[in-house]
């Protein structure tokens, strides 16, 4: 499954406030980077992920965030440095974008 059109304006919307943003299309999701540093992904199921690294785990976990782990037949789960994007943020680009230039201080 790939995301839709509608799903990638939705993403680049959330997260206009960060600034220039550039994107590029990966495995059926949607990676966006600022600077050319990757800061969230989109997965082909549409879930919105940041990236998080030190201190700002912490803080995405408190704030709801889980963290993408995926497992592999007959191996063990791996965890990925990346968060789910806290419900609360879907609906405020201001909100996410703030939160999104948070995970980029840390990376």
Not at 94 to 107: F, I, K, P, Q
């Amino acid at each position: 499954m790939s995301l839709s059109d509608a799903q990638i304006t939705f993403a680049k919307d959330l997260f206009d406030g960060v600034g220039p943003l550039t994107h590029r299309k990966m495995m059926g999701g949607l990676c966006l980077y600022s600077d050319g540093i990757i800061f969230a992904l989109i997965h082909s199921d549409g879930k919105i992920y940041l990236k998080a690294q030190g201190g700002f785990i912490k803080e995405i976990e408190a704030l709801g965030g889980e963290r993408w782990t995926y497992q592999r037949d007959g191996k063990k789960p791996v965890g990925m440095p990346y968060w789910t994007l806290p419900d609360r943020f879907h609906d405020s680009p201001e909100d996410a974008s703030d939160l999104a230039r948070v995970a980029l201080s840390y990376l």
